[in-house]
DNA sequence: GAAAGAAGTGAACCACGATTCAGACCTTGG
DNA sequence: CCAAGGTCTGAATCGTGGTTCACTTCTTTC
């Protein structure tokens, strides 16, 4: 015997991998997943074609492995808020909306690789998946706040849905080109109020406070 | 002299192009863009892949015709319902909901089309636009609605860009799989609502009742 | 430092589908 | 029927980008 894999040896595989998928995240939020070559993903981590091989057996299983990671952050946080927030159903909806939305905003590239853009059938796929995650995830909080009778009877899928699609509508398309200012916040502040009457909230408190 | 173009020779050439545009309309529907190749499109229209060029410049330019004519036809009946329909503001935006609702369920495969599929940059441009001139269409009917203080005040183009992307996102997805049951028509009642809601319509009045 | 066995390279290969084009076949006006 | 000028065909061409692979360059072990 004459070789065998080393710790640092591995190590330096795991990093090169895990560089492949940052920068391939990169390039996809910048100039969608059309543009995001396999020579070109491997020119930005610092390698050359076929090395990309070594570590995803096609582009696509590439492709699959960005979108889950990435779309698995925004599912996790979502989750923490909406499942593990503070304050009653609505509230935290409230907040679920206002972050899924500020998160959006702060890396419009990214939202829009993960909600609409042009991709391959393999993430697409993923991203029905997804899309099905944070539907979950709001209709288990207006479920408890139509059985807290905070909200009025619905069908939460629907509601989960629409609160989806609508937050993703308003972000991923061109209504507030311009990034920072006073304007995003307001429709981020527009945005919640939608999501509330959305669901039937009776009255919205103030709910600008949230992170 | 001795060929000039004949009336027959014009209705059979405009004919082949109709039939173009519809074969390819309809494959679209079913198999989606990435689908309807030049050579398969041809082949539905009974014709030679070459003799496509005659009648359009490119396979872009194809696809952009049959997504305009699609999309047309939905912005039109849309228009006709929410801009020229009867009742008021809040009645018009439910029938308008259930419109678009039941259209896009009647012909699933074409909705998803035009609304979510896959597809190459020029269309996915066109669909921009399309998304755009439905936003235009709830954007004027909420804006009445506030001003005739049946809705309360709401920037229309936030809740308007909510509307489409939460029928969208219902009706595209898999939700309810099924087709004409009465699964359906509680789907339908579910969204109006939940659109009602979502403008802020004070009650709901039962608008079941539309067409 | 030499053998064994990776990992890395990048040019060549390939699949796929849009587009072209030379020739076959029609239609028209004389 | 003929010439002129279309339309139609489908096989060949082309461009693109993923994938492979013979070869080079490390790493490890002895």
Known sequence: MAYRETPAVRMRLDAARERLV?????????????????GAVAAAAGMSAGSVYQHFASKTALAVEVFRRAAGREVDVLGAVLRDGDG????RLACGVAVFARRAFERRGLAYALLAAPAEEAVCAERLEFRRRYRALFAEVVRE?????LLPPQDPEVTAAALTGAVGEVLVDPLAVPGAGTAAEALLAEL?????????????????DDR
Chains 1, 2 share one sequence.
Not at 22 to 38: D, F, I, K, P
Not at 145 to 149: D, K, N, Q, S
Request: net charge negative; proline share 0%; glycine share 16%.
């Open 22 to 38: 940052a920068e391939a995240t990169a390039l996809v939020a910048e100039v969608g997943w059309a543009g995001a070559s396999v």
């Open 192 to 208: 919640t109020a939608m999501a509330l009457r959305c669901a039937g909230a009776r009255s919205v408190q103030g709910g600008n």
């Open 145 to 149: 706040g139509t059985t807290a009778g």
């Open 88 to 91: 009653d159903a609505v509230t």
